[in-house]
């Protein structure tokens, strides 16, 4: 079974939402990014969502777009990258890397360049579970999302507060692993309240899919966590967690990764059944 269908599976006999943090690979460097992936899972975080940098990225904010652009002047490249990944697997088979779900956040352009054949297989060997395409419109994802499942990966596709609610259900129907609810309108980036009709929309789209809804954008605190615990099967935590990454590259790896686990630490005493 796909880790993302076996962890939500789990999670609904525990009744609790699943807490997923996002890294960007090669901030600052591909070995804390390991290092980084690992001490979040020790510290609660149950799923990964890996930001594949990229230089021209879809509906990322200012911090999580630095990020990218700091792992790209390093000379993190695709390959390295999954080499990276599929090592972590490898060498961490009775660790808390055994059976988290890995997500890519990767933009089209990257898998097209490739070939999506070649991009998949390559994807699946390096450990990955599940597909983010932000830039890859529902109406042109059908055979991607087939080519996906034929090498049991899950192609995660983005529904939006201002999403018409037929176009929703359309790419609820064409989603795999689970939906990706994006709480507010725009860009990445933290907030300090969220809509209050976030539960309401929710609660709409839970009616029209079986599938698990995780919502992000602008979740960075435990408090939010505990609100959203309630009525989400996930919860995303992406700038909020990069931001602490900004000046990385001058800091004791081990002294960057402890605050990282301490982070995720907190966001995971939020979490409360669902």
Request: proline residues 7%.
């Amino acid at each position: 079974m796909n880790r993302i269908d076996a962890l939500f599976a789990r999670l609904k006999s525990e009744g609790r939402p699943a807490l997923m943090p996002f890294v960007t690979a090669g901030d600052p460097d591909l070995a804390t990014t390991s290092e980084i992936v690992v001490e979040a899972l020790r510290q609660g975080a149950d799923m990964i969502e890996v930001g594949i940098p990229y230089s021209d990225p879809v509906a990322d904010g200012p911090v999580i777009a630095a990020s990218y652009t700091r792992a790209l002047r390093g000379g993190v490249k695709l390959a390295r990258i999954f080499d990276t990944f599929r090592s972590l697997r490898a060498e961490d088979i009775d660790g808390p890397t055994a059976a988290a779900p890995l997500v890519a956040m990767i933009s089209y352009a990257i898998i097209h360049r490739q070939g999506a054949e070649r991009f998949l297989q390559d994807a699946r060997s390096a450990g990955f579970d599940g597909l983010i395409v932000p830039d890859l419109p529902v109406e042109e994802s059908e055979l991607l999302c087939r080519m996906a499942t034929e090498v049991d990966l899950r192609l995660i596709q983005l529904i939006t507060p201002t999403t018409p609610r037929d176009r929703a259900l359309k790419i609820a129907s064409s989603t795999t692993g689970f939906i990706y609810y994006v709480s507010v309108a725009g860009i990445t980036g933290e907030r300090r309240s969220l809509p209050p009709e976030l539960a309401e929309n929710v609660a709409w789209l839970r009616s029209q899919t079986h599938l698990p809804i995780c919502i992000g954008f602008g979740i960075g605190t435990s408090s939010q966590i505990r609100d959203l615990s309630g009525f989400a099967d996930g919860l995303i935590v992406g700038s909020a967690l990069v931001r602490r990454l900004e000046n990385a590259s001058a800091r004791p790896r081990p002294e960057v990764v402890r605050e990282i686990g301490q982070f995720v630490a907190e966001l995971a005493t939020g979490l409360k059944p669902g």
